[in-house]
């Protein structure tokens, strides 16, 4: 992860283990460090004290919109990262996504409703059963790169699709299966600002692993493979093993992404896991930035608020004068899907290195501000 | 010479690509310690050879033999760890990392942590063995002089320091036997000079046989200890640089006719002041 990034001089590294820290500087770790602490505490304390529930910021975190959004940040950002960890960092394709995402939410309810093990063991174990189904579905790319990978994924996706609503003992068919909360010693996760702190926290752990490996031996290896495969094999690296293990860690983070994704709606059904959402994963990388550990989560962010910012448009449309024109009321789906298919080719052409390289471009403006030429 | 079984044994080796005959029943040996230059025109199946030894390329017959064991079907990342090294004549470097990254690459077969422990670091002891490479690295860095780079992303630098890297990547295999395709192509002769060094003191102070491929020949003659001429995929001659020289066939096929004023005909390198 190490960059050419500011630091401010009189910052010099005197170990090696300096050298290597995740964060560049020791403030961007503080920051990081301190704005983290602060949304536990945010959503703690309204918990605690309810006079503060209706307090101006606090106030945000106790509110169920606010808190959904969170939540979504949490289980897409999980899954994009994973994606981000094939496509951006291996430099593989995948638009199968969706369907490994989906292959952990029904896992880890089919795993806690017929073998009744507690929901947060199951999360991850639905986490390893989207990794064996992604290396299964991964293992073309042994072989194929591509085009032709990108239509095998195609195929895995609508194959695992289909699956899904054959599979009724597994999936609940077209009824789709019911998803238990999650408890821990007795203590439930049932409401938004308790499941908000779950998914917060896999979150950070399954973002730091990522940038752990990143960092070490394998995590090199996979960049390796994705700038030059030719010499990545004179330097010993086995282009087999991780191109295929490149697709069952990024099946491992959408099956994790998954599950929490089915324990917070507490329903699973095989509807939400269309190409449609495996587009939208590849939309959150390609505008979140390639490669970027954190741009999977900004790129998250960016497309889950985009349709809350086109509904939001949509109704004030609606109260102009155009307000009962058919196409505004009926057209919000439509919309909605039209920008992000417009957001995805807009950021290809002006900003091909996502929101991850911009953000690094607003940083060192500020270092040097106001003396920025 | 020493009575050494060779580190490096090419018998009997051909490779066609369809009707081109890139290399035809080629055998030659290199004893460990050696610095032996490849030589010839462009076209004449040096690089392809170069490929065979390190499994780019599979030979249409023959065999390499390295340090005793049949390495022909053995492919290129296993060969890394059987103990070769190499670079390439086209630069290949992974252009989005640092030069630091890029070096630490080559340490990948001789780390052991993996995804579950690298993404632990800080508990299945991941970091530690990062850090101790991490150092090895640093002296490679030093010796290649490269240490004002380390942070560079290696795509963004210069046509000679990214050879640098180049060879400060295959250094960092710990390969007993390096193998160089064309380490000073369009470099100017005070990187040539450097690079020369660092390929002799590779190979005196490190101990690593080295097989390079150059065009340049007044390095080759200087610090080769024998010399292999390839041309049309077919051995013309070997030897000492001295009897290399003054081979008439190797006058004719590449260093171009005696009574040629430039004496260059086929090879348009520079260092044709030797001939
Ligand atoms: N992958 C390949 N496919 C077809 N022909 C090749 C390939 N690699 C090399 N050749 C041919 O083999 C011959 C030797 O090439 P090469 O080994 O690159 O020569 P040198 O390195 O001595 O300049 C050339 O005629 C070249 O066109
Ligand atoms: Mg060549």
Redesign the interface.
């Known amino acids: 992860m190490a960059t050419l990034s500011m630091r401010p001089c009189g910052d010099f590294r005197t170990t090696y283990r300096q050298d290597t820290k995740i964060f560049d500087t020791r403030n961007s770790r503080g920051a990081m460090v301190i704005f983290l602490a602060a949304l536990y505490a945010l959503v703690i304390l309204p918990q605690v004290v309810p006079a503060l529930a209706d307090a101006p910021i606090i106030g945000w975190f106790a509110d169920g919109y606010f808190l959904s959004l969170g939540i979504q940040f949490c289980y897409y950002g999980i899954a994009a990262l994973g994606l981000n960890i094939l496509v951006g960092f291996t430099g593989q394709i995948s638009l199968g996504h969706a369907a490994f995402f989906g292959v952990g939410a029904f896992s880890s309810a089919w795993l806690n409703t017929t073998f009744g093990i507690p929901v947060l063991l199951c999360i991850p174990l639905a986490g390893g059963m989207a990794a064996v189904v992604g290396l299964i579905f991964g293992a073309p790319a042994a072989r194929i790169k591509g085009l032709y990978l990108a239509i095998a994924t195609l195929a895995a996706q609508f194959i695992i699709e289909d699956l899904f609503i054959r599979m009724e003992w597994f999936t609940g068919g077209s009824s789709g299966s019911l998803a238990d909360t999650v408890t821990l010693f007795g203590f439930a996760f049932d409401n938004d600002q308790r499941y908000f702190l779950l998914t917060l926290s896999f979150a950070i752990i399954m973002y730091v692993l990522a940038a752990n490996l990143m960092r070490s031996r394998d995590g090199r290896a996979f960049v390796a493979v994705r700038d030059h495969y030719l010499s990545a094999e004179v330097m010993g690296i086995n282009l087999t093993k991780y191109r295929v293990m490149s697709f069952g860690i990024a099946a491992f983070y959408a099956g994790i992404g998954g599950a929490l994704y089915g324990h917070y709606l507490m329903f699973v059904s095989a509807e939400a896991f269309t190409i449609l959402l495996s587009i939208q994963f590849l939309g959150m990388i390609i505008i979140g930035g390639l490669g970027s550990v954190m741009g999977a989560m900004l790129g998250t962010i960016f497309m889950v608020m985009l349709p809350e910012f086109m509904a939001g448009g949509v109704s004030i449309l609606q109260n102009t004068e155009w307000g009962n024109q058919p196409f505004i009321i009926n057209g919000l789906a439509f919309f909605r899907e039209m920008a992000i298919g417009a957001a995805i080719i807009l950021f290809l052409i002006f900003e091909p290195d996502g929101l991850a390289h911009r953000w690094k471009l607003i940083k060192a403006y500020w270092k040097l501000y106001p003396f920025s030429h | 010479m020493s009575t050494d079984s060779p580190i490096l044994d090419v018998r009997d080796l051909s490779l066609h690509f369809g009707g081109v005959r890139a290399l035809s029943n080629v055998s030659f040996s290199v004893k460990p310690g050696e610095l032996f230059a490849i030589i010839g025109p462009n076209g004449a199946g040096k690089t392809s050879m170069m490929n065979c030894i ?1 499994g ?1 390329y599979t030979p249409t017959q023959g065999q390499v033999i390295f340090k005793g064991q049949d390495v022909t079907p053995l ?3 296993k060969r ?2 059987v103990g070769m ?2 670079t ?1 004549q086209n630069l ?7 030069v ?2 890029n070096i ?6 001789l ?5 579950l ?5 800080w508990l299945g002891g ?2 530690k063995e ?2 101790s490479h ?2 090895q690295v ?1 002296d490679i860095i030093d010796f290649l002089e490269i240490s004002p780079i380390r ?3 290696a795509g963004t630098l210069s046509y000679g320091l990214r050879k640098r890297v180049e060879l400060a ?1 295959a250094v960092a ?1 710990k390969p007993d036997l390096i193998l160089l395709d064309e380490p000073m192509a369009g470099m100017n002769q005070e990187e040539k000079e450097d690079m020369t060094r660092y390929i002799v003191d590779l190979n005196e102070e490190w101990g690593m046989t080295v097989v390079m491929i150059e065009h340049d020949m007044g390095v080759v003659m200087d610090v080769s200890e024998r010399v292999m001429v390839l041309d049309f995929g077919q051995k013309i001659a070997e030897g000492l640089p001295d009897e290399i020289m003054s081979n008439p066939y190797v006058k004719k096929a590449y260093l171009g006719e005696d009574d040629e004023e430039d004496g260059g005909a086929v090879n348009a390198g520079p260092g044709q002041e030797v001939a």
């Open positions: 390190s780019r492919p290129p990342n890394t760890e090294g190499r390439f290949a470097l992974f252009g989005h990392m640092s630091l990254d630490m690459v080559g340490r990948h077969h780390l052991k942590n993996n995804f422990s690298g993404g632990l670091y991941a970091q990062e850090l991490r150092r640093e942070k560079a992303t990547r295999l």
